[in-house]
C-alpha cells in the first residue's frame, strides 16, 4: 500500500529526496509521516505532515529536513539537505488513519559517509 524511493548513498553534506506513493483510498484520509531505524537504535519519527499540510520535525533535522505531500498524486516527499552521518537509517513511510488502522512502507536504506 505503500512504496518508498529515493534512498542511497551520499557524502556529507549532501542531498537526498525520499518519496513515498501510497494508494488513493489510504493518501487522501492519512496523516503522513517519516521514520527512521539506525542499527542498535530505536524507530524514531522524523517528519509528519497532516491532511491540511500542518508539519512537524524531531529537533534533530530541523532546518535540514523538508516534508511535502501531493494529494493530486498520493505522494509524499522528504527533502533531505545537509545530510550527516548520523543520518543513516532505514527511512519508512506511514500513513496514519487513526480507527482506521496504519499502514508502514518496506523501507528505505539512507547511509550518508563522513
Known amino acids: 500500500q505503500l512504496v518508498e524511493s529515493g534512498g542511497g548513498l551520499v557524502q556529507s553534506g549532501g542531498s537526498l529526496r525520499l518519496s513515498c506513493a501510497a494508494a488513493?483510498?489510504?493518501?487522501?484520509?492519512?496523516?503522513m509521516a517519516w521514520y527512521r531505524q539506525a542499527p542498535g537504535k530505536q524507530r524514531e519519527m522524523v517528519a509528519s505532515i497532516t491532511t491540511d499540510n500542518t508539519t512537524d520535525y524531531t529537533d534533530t533535522v530541523k532546518g535540514r529536513f523538508t516534508i511535502s505531500r501531493d494529494n493530486t498524486k498520493n505522494t509524499m516527499d522528504l527533502q533531505m539537505d545537509s545530510l550527516k552521518p548520523e543520518d543513516t537509517a532505514v527511512y519508512y513511510c506511514?500513513?496514519?488513519?487513526?480507527?482506521?488502522?496504519?499502514?508502514w512502507g518496506q523501507g528505505t536504506q539512507v547511509t550518508v559517509s563522513s
Open positions: 488513493a483510498n489510504i493518501f487522501s484520509a492519512a496523516n
Open positions: 506511514h500513513a496514519d488513519l487513526m480507527i482506521l488502522g496504519e499502514y
